[in-house]
């Protein structure tokens, strides 16, 4: 019997597709959602506890009394002031530790699963438990870039890759050289909604979205899916390229078959 | 009798402001206007010819007709598409020498002032004609950042530096540690538009404007103003940080005055 998995939960379907796995595995799991990010609908009838942001010492209480001995979090959870955290005790000691304004996101992913590893679960990524989740190298579906293409992806992914050095964003948008746009922490979707109303004549923009240099890996990997693949196009744009190894796509078969229909390449580019 | 001074007018202000400057010493000068970039109305009584994107060859035929030996480059001109340009041949191998695919906003303004130098103009800053433009070191106005202001300008110069070095945008918001955005071609007032729906609860986020690492100083510098200061304020923004040498604050009177009526800091930090 394979210990029981303790899911955390934030936005998107990689919840649901974690239960799934379990269900479909015989794992035993229990779920713990983040109020405000997670879908309710796929956890109507799982194990759950529903809980708020600035709870994390109950995130650790409710963990141990459902007798999960391992830990996957799952799901973009945007980082809230502290006013709205409203925090616990346990979560004040983890913001004071960390220094709460000088941080990144993803110093705090790291802080908090290294938190969880004092408290003593293991924590594992979702590509421990959905293995076929982490992008590839090469293209999904038929399309490939061209010379274009593959120049805006190169200049993509050394924006990316100075971002990231700095803590900051997963996502550029390039067209014919321009870099068209950056994300923060408003989100890829509202990057690529923004990018479509930027874009110049000519061949469309590509979409990079790469992990940051030294990002925890089992907190919060980007992520994209069949919903990027037609934000990106409805936005002019000719593709995604992803980090292979580094950076998640969510359903291999759907993303190929939707980057066909849409027209779009999606690559995946050695690290 | 000083040399007749072509200012080559992008958008914003400036343009106006350096036909003031040279009416005010008796300076001949001529304007060479960008279509849908440079503002008509200060223009009405100055002899200006208009020209768009793609003539590169024309801009230097009509200086040279006008009998300029120093040219100057004011205000922002938005990168075109290369079909947006419909180039002439001069602009063609422009930017057939410049590799047209690879080079980001700045790349092209630095190869821009070396046309102008091979053909024989003497290419100034803004600077050399308007010297109270540049930003100083400290305070304008009298508010001053607090510690988590002083937090979010250094978090902000570390990323406008880390961008700057990959020859993207030239503004960052930070908030309470967290990049709200970054900017890449949409300007700075679309990033502060932005960050207004991003922000947090609490102490409001620091814009932080500075030129890019090697940045073509006579070319482009970036600038704020009295619109930056109202758009900030009203984004719920507590301050804008510039650098000092390296960042053009138009109309250093009117920005103390107006950061004083808004309650904002404006500050010029060492580079």
Not at 72 to 95: C, F, H, K, Q, Y
Not at 114 to 136: P, S
Not at 213 to 234: H, I
Not at 262 to 268: E, N, R
Request: a negative charge; aromatic letters at 4%.
């Amino acid at each position: 019997m394979p210990a029981k998995l303790g899911i955390v939960a934030g936005g998107g379907t990689l919840p649901a597709r974690l239960i799934e796995a379990c269900r479909a595995r015989g794992r035993p799991f229990h779920v713990l959602a983040f109020r405000d990010h997670a879908d309710p609908a796929p956890l109507a009838d799982a194990p759950a506890d529903w809980i708020r942001l600035g709870e994390a010492g109950g995130v650790v209480e409710l963990l141990r009394r459902a007798g999960v001995s391992e830990v996957v979090m799952a799901g973009p959870i945007r980082r809230p002031s502290l006013a709205e955290l409203r925090p616990d005790w346990r979560t004040v000691r983890l913001v004071a530790r960390l220094g709460a304004h000088s941080i990144g996101d993803d110093g705090l992913l790291r802080a908090v699963v290294r938190e969880f590893e004092i408290e003593g679960f293991r924590v594992i990524g979702i590509n421990d438990v959905l293995d076929d989740l982490v992008a590839t190298i090469g293209p999904y579906g038929r399309i490939e870039p061209d010379e274009q293409g593959w120049d805006d992806v190169r200049r993509g992914v050394s924006v990316a890759r100075a971002l990231g050095a700095v803590d900051v964003g997963q996502s550029v948008v390039v067209q014919q050289g321009l870099v068209l746009g950056v994300e923060a922490i408003e989100g890829t979707d509202a990057l690529i909604a923004r990018c479509a109303a930027l874009k110049r004549e000519g061949p469309g923009g590509v979409l990079v979205k790469l992990p940051k240099p030294g990002q925890e890996r089992r907190a919060d990997l980007p992520t994209v899916g069949v919903a990027t693949l037609r934000n990106a196009a409805a936005a002019g744009l000719r593709g995604i390229a992803v980090e292979a190894g580094g950076t998640l796509v969510v359903g291999r078969d759907e993303v190929a078959a939707a980057a066909d229909e849409l027209g779009l390449f999606v690559i995946g580019v050695a690290p």
